[in-house]
Each structure stands twice: as C-alpha cells, then as structure tokens.
C-alpha cells in the first residue's frame, strides 16, 4: 500500500492556499496518498469551486468542539501519561518564549491530541505542516506524544520576523526535513539552526500547473493596463501603488490599474484612490477565483507587486506563466524568478519615485518588447516552477524518509 502522508495547515483550502492544492495534487499523481487536515475552517470566503471540492475531502479539528478537544486531552493524559507530561511540558516551554502565550499553547496541545487519533484512523505515516507556525506547532506535539514523524514547508516572512517567538530551532531539529520555497527562504532557516542540521533543509519551489502552463499564448490588449494580485494589507505596498498612480494620472498617462484581493486595508485604499481623483485610473476587484485570476492577467501588460516583505509569491509564477512581465521589489525570492530586462522589472522596496519611473517605462515600452519579456518569464516558470516537477522531487524526499521508520 503506498504511505499516506498526512497535510496539516492552519486552514485549508483558503483563497490564498491554491499552491498546497496543487502541490497534493501533484503528490497524487506520484502516487502518494494524502489525507487532508485543517486547524481550523475558512469555508464561508470560498468562491473556487476546486477549494469547495478540497473542503469536503478535508477534516477540521476545531470541528470536534470546546468539549470533544477537552475529552482528547483528558484521553491522551490517561493513556499515555509519561509522554503528555512530557509534551505538556514542551508546549509549556515554548508557549512561555512565544507572543500568544502559554495558555494557547495548551489549546495546540488539546488539537494535538485529537490529531493523534485521526493520524491512528487513517494510517497517517507521516505529517506535513505547510507555515512553520501554529500548525507545525500542532505537527512537532502530536510526534512528542508518539505520532508519525513531521517535516514542514516554510514560505516567510511571518517566520522569519518572529523565528524565536515560534520556536522555529526547536521545530527543525524535531523535524524529519525542513522545506523552503527559495535559497533565500533556505539561508534564513540556515540562521536559525546549528550547521549540523543544514542537511535536513531542502529547497522545493512552490508552482503552477496546466492551466497556466498549457495557457496558449494570447496576445496584449490594446488598453494600457496593469494588475495587482493581493490581500489588501499593508505589506503589499498597496499604498504606496496608489501614490504612485496619482503621479502618472497627473502626467496625464493613460492606464487603468485593477487591484485583485480584499483585505483589511480595502477601505483606507477606496479612501485614497476617491481623494487622488482616480476612479477613472483604479478599481478594487475583490477576491476572484483561479480562473478570474487568470483572466485579470490576461487583460493587463504586467503585474505589479510592490511588497515590503515576501517569500516567493505564487501570483508572480502564475503572470509570467501567461506571459506578463512583472513589477515587483528586491524581497526574499523574488529577485530569484524576476530578472530585472529579462522578464520583468525590480525596484526598492518602499520607494515611490522608483515605481513611478518604471511604471512610466512600462506604459511607454512597445507591446512587441513586453511580449518579448512575457516569453521569458515564462520559459523560467516552466524550468523553476512545473508543479509536477516541483511535486516529484517532495514525493522522492517522503519515500526516502517513510523508507527509514
């Protein structure tokens, strides 16, 4: 029987979660049984319908309730007394050093638990946590108290920016393999552990699939437009996007800018794009669906991302898949897959002179040259970012893990 690996998430599917649907697709179809676990439920801001197919395939710990999580921990503390305290006291230890505090951390001790049952029910060899947070927190507990083994996915920057708050040393060296979707991803894990456990961390790219990579080549429109494919937040520059297009609509450049997303800063963006005059210019779209997504980038000359903190954002992957050039910042991976000329642009992150030059520069370039840049960025996708291939090399690192238990 082939293994069945488990994936644990905080929550899943998620609008913003495409990429680990496709990467267990991609485990599927190298033969690697995966069965489906979420912390907790998003299900009401689903609008894909392959996210509302994953949701019923997918079991939801917080479901079980206050009192069936209560009655697990009680269960797990009679049957296995020595090691509940042991990982009471590992969950204590590190709630202690962490910003939510002990007390949450006896809530991930009680979800650990109930996890443990599920993993016995379904034959779960292995776990996967996706986020090296709560829910590899909830992964490294459930293997204290005698699960399967855990490896997780670390995407930044949340990790990176509070790597002692979440115990993130504590959780590589528990772990079986680390997996980071960027060399730069990969050097920042090389900080937070000892050289000895260097080996244990693999880079595995986050990718796309057909339905962008078979995409058959449709041209640039005629209308000078560009996207923005985000949560509405404040560290995806969003703000400073909007500046910037008020510079141009003063220069009197024609464009039309289509912010894709919602998010907590929806409405100080309506706000300013009414102030700065530029409802003719911008148009907040709300969250779309894959193929919506597909569709906004269809109909722009680029994707701009003006991000002041990043891991390697899909969304990139998914433009220069269909041929758009993008627009982004020198964060984390990005310079790894944008290469400034080549398939794109790169400029500081936080500065909005240099966005305002290069989104001029991009308006006035001939559509013949973004084209150009469009097959590039797309040759690289495919190289870098073939979500079977990306699926086959994870599928190789679970074999050889389940192949040493």
């Known amino acids: ?105 006896l809530a991930y001790l009680a979800e650990a638990c109930v996890l443990l049952r599920w993993f016995s029910e379904s034959s779960v060899t292995h776990v996967h946590a996706h986020f090296g947070t709560n829910s590899t927190t909830v992964a490294m507990l459930s293997h204290a108290l005698g699960g399967p083994p855990y490896s997780f996915t670390v995407h930044g920057p949340e990790e990176f920016d509070k790597a002692k708050a979440i115990a993130l040393e504590e959780k590589i ?11 730069f991803g990969k050097s920042q894990l090389y900080r937070w ?19 962008f990579l078979k995409q058959q080549h449709i041209p ?14 404040e560290q995806k520059g969003h703000l400073l996007l909007i500046e910037a297009a008020g510079r141009l609509a003063i220069e009197g450049l024609q464009f039309r800018l289509a912010l894709v ?7 100080k963006i309506e706000t300013l794009i009414a102030q700065m005059g530029l409802q003719n210019h911008v148009e907040i779209t709300g969250w779309a669906s894959n193929f919506e997504v597909q569709q906004q980038l269809l109909t722009s000359w680029a994707m701009v991302l003006p991000s002041f903190a990043e891991g390697l954002p899909v969304v990139i992957m998914e433009a220069l898949a269909l041929g758009r050039p993008v627009l982004s910042t020198y964060v984390a991976g990005i310079p790894e897959l944008v290469e400034p000329g080549g398939c794109g642009w790169l400029v500081p992150p936080g500065s909005v002179n240099a966005l305002v030059e290069v989104m001029r520069a991009i308006l006035q370039t001939p559509v013949r040259k973004l084209e150009e840049m469009g097959r590039v960025g797309a040759s690289r996708v495919a190289e870098q970012h073939d979500t079977a291939i990306e699926a086959t090399k994870l599928a190789a690192l679970f074999r050889s893990t389940l192949s040493r238990l």
């Not at 392959?50 to 209560?70: H, P, Q």
């Not at 060296?173 to 060399?183: G, I, M, Q």
């Not at 000895?196 to 699939?209: A, E, L, P, R, T």
């Not at 640039?220 to 937040?233: A, K, M, Q, S, T």
């Open 1 to 105: 029987m082939s293994p069945t690996v488990a994936y644990l998430i905080n929550q899943y599917p998620k609008v913003s979660h495409s990429f680990i649907r496709r990467e267990i697709t991609g485990l599927e179809a190298c033969g690697i049984r995966v069965a489906r676990f979420s912390i907790r439920s998003c299900s009401t801001e689903l609008i894909d319908e392959a996210d509302k197919l994953e949701l019923e395939r997918t079991r939801v710990v917080i479901g079980v309730g206050m009192v069936g999580l209560l009655l697990e921990l009680l269960r797990i503390a009679v049957a296995r007394p020595i090691r509940f305290l042991q990982t009471l006291w590992l969950a204590l230890r590190i709630g202690r050093g962490s910003e939510r505090g002990a007390l949450i951390h």
């Open 173 to 183: 060296k528990r772990s079986t393999f680390v997996v980071a979707v960027s060399s």
């Open 193 to 211: 552990c000892v050289y000895d456990q260097w080996s244990k961390i693999h880079v595995i790219h986050c990718g796309v699939d057909k339905l």
């Open 220 to 233: 640039l429109p005629d209308e000078p437009r560009l996207v923005c494919i985000g949560r509405l937040c």
């Open 261 to 267: 997303g919602d998010g907590p800063l929806r409405t």
